[in-house]
């Protein structure tokens, strides 16, 4: 089995690259079209801007075989990877996302006694929603590490499998069918984010 | 239910070796690196931190295999400090396995480089370390591990490098440094009050009631500390019994 993960070109996709490793699963960087051939599950890791993001996978003509594979394959999105499912970002209004949920990404509300900061970053609770394959021998609450300033705020609720709450509730984990996308990540969650991403491993759809 | 306040341990490496200097001087070995970060990461440690505290050009390829063995074995933020001059100082980091990078000299040398190195990997990677000592009036911020003084006062840098992108401030009391009588919670507080970035407080941790007193007097996200973790005065699990006990939230 072999997991892609995908390289747009403006992320550090290597920890993630290393928690699979050490989890003892095959990985392939997925730099070009041509490289989504012969990989059996998909994982898109993301940092910085949605716009940046979506741009780049245009430029590098990846746009075409992620979208192919996010209706065939296992897919895990990671932080930026959650959002580009969205159709679009109050980070990036000229560049559409994905569309997979027709909602936006929007963000964080400010507070003014900077009790809350942002971008929201550390380990905050993870509070599920609903069971998924993902949360096996996971319990509820726990923490993850999160570093992101947009999030999901606004979704059909069958969608949401986690929240979690930062000045305001937001959606921390969403599926659908073969997706599965975190906001926070597990490639950097100690013990907890390893379970997560054996458990991505083990999942079959 | 919010964001945990985060117990970071400091790994000061010296030549491939955990080494914990006193006053920013005196160097006693603690043991290697990478299963400190280990034993830190089954501890509970939040996060891990690693200053190259010579830095030297020579040195430089034990460091980044030391940061490799380290990210090959903790899946923990990371973050990694010491002798970083240039954007492509931090990009060789990045991809050796550093999560964020700490800057500190340099910053001052050539604020660019945080202007520069958030803008490509953006502000949540790059901290910025100062070292400073109250002068009677402000705190006076320090270049090259303490050494050199320089004219900027403590708050006005945090501000700047703030604006220029960083996207959190370590903070560095020298007057307390290895002195285990506690953080300078007025020095912490006085740049909690005026940031909206985290600030990590660091220097002066002896007693647990120092690393309480960093998050409700100091108003610090997160707690920075070396020599009690390496020497197992202290665990990580107590600090966060006795942080919780306080009603502020950790991560058990």
Known sequence: ?????????????????????????????????????????????????????LKK??????????????????????????????SESEESEDEKGLGIFPEKIKKFSEFKDRTIKIPHMGWNQVEFSQSHFIWEGLESS????FVHSYAS?????KYIYSKTFHGESFNSAVAKDNIFATQFHPEKSGKSGLNLLQNFIDWKI | MSVTIRIIPCLDVRE??????????DIADAGDPAEAAQRYDKEGADEICMLDIDASYEARSTTLETVEKIANQVFIPFTVGGGIKSVNDVEVLLKTGADKVSINTSAIINPKLVEEASREFGSQCIVVAIDAKFNGKDWS????????????????????????????????????????????????????????????ASGGAGELDHLVDAVKLGKADAVLAASIFHYKEISIKKVKEALKNQGLSVRL
């Open chain 1, 142 to 145: 726990k923490d993850f590490y």
């Open chain 2, 16 to 25: 491939g070796r955990v080494v914990k200097g006193i006053n920013f001087e």
């Open chain 1, 57 to 86: 996978l245009s430029e590098n003509d990846l746009r075409d075989s992620l979208i192919f594979s996010l209706k065939n394959l296992p897919f895990l999105g990671i932080c930026l990877g959650l959002q580009i499912l969205f």
């Open chain 1, 1 to 53: 089995m072999k997991i892609g993960v995908i390289d747009y070109g403006a992320s550090n996709i290597f920890s993630v690259v290393r928690a699979f490793n050490s989890l003892g699963a095959s990985t392939k960087v997925l730099k070009k079209s041509k490289d989504f051939e012969n990989i059996d599950k998909l994982v898109f890791p993301g940092q910085g801007s949605m716009g940046a993001c």
């Open chain 2, 141 to 200: 911020v320090y270049t090259h591990g303490g050494k050199n003084k320089t004219d900027l006062d403590a708050l006005s840098w945090s501000k700047k490098v703030e604006q220029l992108g960083a996207g959190e401030i370590l903070m560095t009391s020298m007057d307390k440094d290895g002195t285990k009588s506690g953080f300078d919670n007025i020095l912490n507080q006085t740049l909690a009050d005026n940031l909206n970035i985290p600030l990590i």
């Open chain 1, 153 to 157: 705020k606004e979704i059909d609720e």
